[in-house]
DNA sequence: GTGAAAGCGCTAACAT
DNA sequence: ATGTTAGCGCTTTCAC
């Protein structure tokens, strides 16, 4: 299609005198090719400027090739469904080079499923695959089998700071704590907030918000030193439980009105909220689930600060199919995604 | 590659008892097929699941399809060079699927450079077109052209209501101007407003600016129906000029200290905002230029609306290959870009 | 070590 | 209106 493309293997055969068969072998660094050879073909593919076809190639190729995306099983509205349309765009990216992308589901809570989902996948002899690595100790074992095996693997959402990870595709958690706090005290003398905390988190140990609590720690110390922070538990598991606890705390604590949340369900709160409308709670939390949104629409919600998800995968399964196609090493490791601000009038559009 | 995949133009036409050449004839729907042959190839594709093997194809073609990208030329910092990396995007889209992608730049204030660019772009027998409709006269009869030899159209930025276009990529214009005056405001009570506008802007006919003003003035309508709105004239042509008329604007107007601008170059005020570090204006424009976010970052601009023009271009791109090659047709016609709120503490990541 | 040749699935020119 | 066939550029077997 370009004038660059028209140099095809024929034309470097025919220039060194070689065959065919021997440019492929030096071009794909095959066994079984002297060194004078290997030279000559080198030297006429760089002046001629070669380029391979890659549909030749993967015509000619019949090896189906796949990518296993390895992530948490999750049911309608909840965060991880958030990466769903990243992955099918993936899919579309991928499947147009000749790859196949495949997902391996596991329950977040129970890291033997996580480990069966591992296995799976490793089954499978993939081609790269792209995870967050949610449960520590079992996505350290894996990522050595994959070594092992020369498979690439890129992080999304955390990243475990092993060696040998390709790519990084995630928020910078550090400072979306500090953009939450920023956003949350707007410039306003602040002496206390909210921080609405769960109870028994997840224990697996890439829990981002304990990062992004530091960065919201920080800004207040540096920008309200005498600001007060207020640590608010409750149990997800038993909502019936959080009103009574809120309205508790609420009303020991009258002069609090900013509430900050670090995980992805500050729509917990929502029914609080609404039956306080005069407080005119100034409230932030993270990520657009759809019962997040709805709280922002109605107003209850001030303002969210989401990550982009589907980019985050999106841009994993890129970088593994260009890394596996054409063997481009990213150029960036560490992929920081936007942090979008979100308000009830920018929302609709986002 | 895949199991769907494993179905060629052989096995059904050996499934019709037809040859490969009317099998191909009808898949590209080229005439000289009897109408018998033709339903009895479709029912066996639909039956097989027959799906095309791209590769084969494109590596059989050779004919060079080209997409033309019609857009102002423009000096490094300018609006139109946030579009560079989403075209670039957008070619190598493109280009995995055979088509080259191909810019045609004109002066964005002289009609007659519009008019040769689209005339250049005519000339290279495009398979699409993208293009923002700068003139509105021009764009008309140029799209009218571009119908009559079946090639279609898709609008960024913003668009024609002309009959025709395949897609439109762009931000809501109006809410953009909503949601602007929403931030400058933040619920707090607003007596008076200054709205910095550009003195001759330039007079292509498609200014969205006018669009999102009306969005500006209904929100503070609606919510702060007794503020005064103050329009204050410059030229970013005669910059020395500048200073003075801000100066002696906000002289005899202290009361003022929220300012919006709906072009994208609000660091054009910033020189006055810097040397009034004590007033604490809260100034709200648009658009990431270099310029506006290190205004942002230095705090002299509370935030920028940003619109993704190179999200904007990228999906044109993008739908106009699907189009092109598999007869795709956008499952969005209008395509509402977010509007991306930028502060100090997220602009760094975005 | 190297070459020859048979495809991969499709297109397009040429037959019939 | 339909069939035949020679490639497209590359991979891969097999032979030397």
């Known amino acids: 299609m370009d004038k660059t493309q ?7 055969a025919r220039q060194t005198g070689l065959s065919k068969g021997t440019v492929d072998r030096v071009l794909h660094n095959r066994e079984g090719v002297s060194k004078k050879s290997y030279a000559k073909v080198m030297k006429v593919i760089k002046d001629l400027g070669y380029e391979p076809n890659i549909y030749a190639s993967l015509l000619a190729k019949h090896t189906e090739r796949v990518i296993a995306v390895i992530l948490p099983r999750c049911k309608s509205g909840e965060f991880w469904e958030l ?8 899919k579309e990216f991928a499947h147009n080079l000749g790859i196949n992308v495949r997902r391996f589901n596991y329950d977040q809570y129970d890291e033997n ?3 069966r989902a591992c296995n799976e996948a490793l089954a ?5 695959v792209v995870l967050p690595p949610m449960f520590r100790n079992e996505t350290m074992i894996f990522v050595d089998k994959l070594r092992d095996r020369d498979i690439p693997h890129v992080y999304v959402d955390t990243k475990l700071e092993t060696n040998g990870y390709l790519a990084y595709f995630g ?3 550090y400072q979306s704590g500090y953009l939450c706090a920023s956003i949350l005290t707007d410039d306003t003398p602040t002496n206390e907030v909210a921080v609405i905390r769960i109870q028994r988190d997840k224990h697996g140990q890439s829990d981002p918000t304990i990062n992004r609590r530091e960065g919201f720690n920080d800004y207040i110390a540096e920008h309200f030193p005498n600001c007060r922070i207020h640590n608010v538990f409750i149990n997800p598991n038993r909502p019936e439980e959080i009103d009574g606890i809120l309205e508790e705390f609420f009303r020991s604590n ?3 009105s900013q509430i900050a949340m670090f995980n992805s369900r500050i729509y ?3 029914p609080f909220l609404e039956r306080h409308p005069e407080k005119k709670y100034r409230v932030v939390g993270f990520d657009n689930l759809a019962a997040n949104l709805s709280a922002l629409r109605s107003g209850m919600v001030t303002s969210l600060i989401a990550q982009r998800p589907d980019e985050q995968f999106y841009g994993a399964i890129k970088a593994l199919t260009d890394f596996i196609v054409f063997g481009k090493v990213p150029s960036i490791r560490d992929n920081f995604m936007p942090m979008d601000i979100l308000t009830r009038y920018n929302a609709e559009y986002y």
Do not use: H, Q
């Open 6 to 12: 028209k140099i095809t293997i024929k034309d470097i």
């Open 83 to 90: 990466s769903d349309p990243g992955i099918e765009r993936g």
């Open 113 to 115: 499923s996580f480990r």
């Open 124 to 128: 499978m002899d993939p081609a790269g």
């Open 171 to 173: 928020m910078p958690i």
């Open 254 to 256: 009258p002069r609090v």
């Open 268 to 270: 917990l709160i929502t």
